[in-house]
């Protein structure tokens, strides 16, 4: 089943509408216009109650001051970029620097997240879904080329949300897009998910600088607090400013290289024991950002009047390395003429 609401208008007199798929089950993914954000989704614990487990608003305008990007799509280029600078084909483009003012960030001052999507609802047998189209002009953001994007979400009575991306370009340029939903399995006003046990198949993460960006070099999780190749707790080893790269931000913002084979396969999994939910997460993408939402503490209230605090939510962002233009020993993000951006992510929910 799919409904459509009026969610509110954004200050131009846009108006921005949620459509709700529901499954035979019960189960429920909101999603909104404006930035295809996930406002809500609605999954069984292991006795069968439904709850909330991704962190957002109650209205619109949190939506429109926050900074979060909560549940949106963001492109064209998701994470970051150094210096907001990048050269394609000789010619060196001037990203805006919306981070500090030093870096780019997810897409800009105004990148898809903020946009209206065009959208249609479809239902099949056992699936439901809306497709989201959007056009991203030359110049748009300082990037290159007519960006054409389609974005379809799906919800299956398996109670399983894919996302698949499409995008192609009248010129070469550069994308890396992604969801940046809040995951909480324990709902989202149960508190901290350090509790939570996580696993990511990955053996690297990108070695960053004091500004998040990557410094070029692969770093060895073993032995580390970034290791989750077996399940643990994700509060287990914050904090343990031993390690180089945990001392950097007290938490987790990085990004996970993972052993890609370029087909849609269970990357990470992440598990509430208190409630028994899990959520495996499957990806054709070289790689994902782990973020426990460190830098969680706006002054907006969030849904339920939830106060915005760091580690009440953990993001699993599946996409390419942040700064890949910049390191020819990162996967390409580069998107040629003639070719086409295909990728899918899977967010599968269960109990145990």
Request: hydrophobic share 35%.
């Amino acid at each position: 089943m799919i409904t459509q609401e009026l969610f509110g208008k954004k200050p131009c007199g846009s108006e921005v509408y949620a459509y709700t798929l529901t499954n035979k089950n019960g189960a429920s993914v909101k999603i909104l216009t404006m930035g295809g954000i996930i406002q809500s989704l609605l999954v069984p614990d292991r006795d069968g109650k439904l709850a909330d487990v991704v962190l957002g608003f109650d209205n619109l305008e949190g939506y429109l001051k926050d900074n979060g990007y909560h549940g949106a799509i963001i492109g064209r280029y998701c994470n970051r970029i150094a210096n907001g600078r990048f050269t394609l084909n000789g010619i060196t483009y001037q990203l805006a620097l919306n981070e500090n003012g030093k870096v780019h960030l997810h897409g800009g001052n105004v990148g898809f997240s903020k946009k209206i999507w065009d959208t249609v609802p479809y239902e099949k047998v056992g699936e439901q879904g809306v497709i989201m189209t959007i056009v991203s002009e030359d110049a748009e953001e300082n990037y290159p080329g007519t960006l054409r994007v389609k974005v379809t979400y799906s919800f299956t009575d398996e109670n399983e949300l894919t996302i698949h991306y499409e995008a192609t370009c009248d010129q070469d340029t550069v994308i890396n897009m992604t969801n940046h939903a809040y995951f909480n399995l324990g709902g989202y006003d149960s508190g901290s998910i350090f509790d939570h046990e996580l696993m990511i198949d990955a053996d690297e993460i990108t070695e960053i600088n004091d500004k998040l960006i990557p410094t070029g070099n692969l770093y060895k999780v073993e032995g580390t607090p970034f290791d989750f190749n077996l399940p643990t707790a994700i509060g287990a080893r914050v904090g343990d400013n031993t390690d180089t790269q945990a001392a950097l931000i007290g938490g987790y913002d990085h990004n996970y290289v993972l052993k890609a084979d370029g087909t849609v396969k269970r990357v990470a999994e992440l598990y509430d024991e208190k409630t028994g939910r899990v959520m495996s997460v499957m990806t054709d993408q070289p790689s994902v950002q782990l973020y426990t939402s460190v830098a969680l503490n706006g002054e907006i209230p969030m849904k339920g009047g939830v106060k915005q605090t760091p580690g009440l939510a953990v993001c699993l962002e599946t996409q390419h390395a942040p700064d890949s233009p910049n390191h020819d020993n990162f996967p390409s993000t580069k998107l040629r003429v003639g070719e086409k951006y295909d990728t899918t992510t899977i967010y599968a929910f269960g109990v145990k």
